[in-house]
T-cell receptor, first 112, second 112 residues
Framework: KNEVEQSPQNLTAQEGEFITINCSYS?????LHWLQQHPGGGIVSLFM???GKKKHGRLIATINIQEKHSSLHITASHPRDSAVYIC??????????????FGQGTILTVHP | DSGVTQTPKHLITATGQRVTLRCSPR?????VYWYQQSLDQGLQFLIQ???????AKGNILERFSAQQFPDLHSELNLSSLELGDSALYFC???????????FGPGTRLTVL
């Protein structure tokens, strides 16, 4: 079992729909990162969070440390949101401190 | 534009050869991370440097090495290249040892 699991692996939506991508992890972490990777390959940081909830525009990220789970929500989805969304966790402490472990990514396609 | 630069953008070489990938972090950032993204493995953490010192090591092969120079730029050296080393190589930088990561555009390595 991977240390970081994302679901779903593929997601297709119609423009305007509310989207949720889930991330579960099995290791102790100091923080969690949500990343977006566009078809051209570039990676953009969306959020870094260690507790609670953060919001940027139509994007909302939440984390529940006790349940080792995070969600990324997109409200009013748009075709330009089509991308791969990657959850990554910063391992906590020891020799792995600073190491990022990645989920396998969720491929989101939003149709007009 | 994240402020992180990587050169070259593309690299095509033959098996057995050696290449050097270069990364310049954002101004003020002290940490540089290297990642490999291949089609079958997804994103994998290779190594992290902080202010010139190695701080965390991931799934980095013995044929690969890296260093961070006094001006904080970093180089990833890949030697005795194999077909399976073909991948996108990203670097990212953060101000501290752990923090929100800003990714460079990547170097696409093709080993023929």
């Amino acid at each position: 079992k991977n240390e970081v699991e994302q679901s779903p692996q593929n997601l297709t939506a119609q423009e305007g729909e509310f989207i949720t991508i889930n991330c579960s992890y099995s290791v102790g972490i100091s923080a969690l990162h949500w990343l977006q990777q566009h078809p051209g390959g570039g990676i953009v940081s969306l959020f870094m969070l260690s507790s609670g909830k953060k919001k940027h525009g139509r994007l909302i990220a939440t984390i529940n440390i006790q349940e080792k789970h995070s969600s990324l929500h997109i409200t009013a989805s748009h075709p330009r949101d089509s991308a791969v969304y990657i959850c990554a966790v910063f391992n906590a402490g020891g020799t792995s401190y600073g190491k990022l472990t990645f989920g396998q990514g969720t491929i989101l396609t939003v149709h007009p | 534009d994240s402020g992180v630069t990587q050169t070259p953008k593309h690299l095509i070489t033959a098996t057995g050869q050696r290449v050097t990938l270069r990364c310049s972090p954002r101004s003020g950032d002290l940490s540089v991370y290297w990642y490999q993204q291949s089609l079958d493995q997804g994103l994998q953490f290779l190594i992290q440097y902080y202010n010139g010192e190695e701080r965390a090591k991931g799934n980095i092969l013995e044929r690969f090495s890296a260093q961070q120079f006094p001006d904080l730029h970093s180089e990833l050296n890949l030697s005795s290249l194999e077909l399976g080393d073909s991948a996108l190589y990203f670097c990212a930088s953060t101000m501290g040892q752990v923090g929100e990561q800003f990714f460079g555009p990547g170097t696409r390595l093709t080993v023929l």
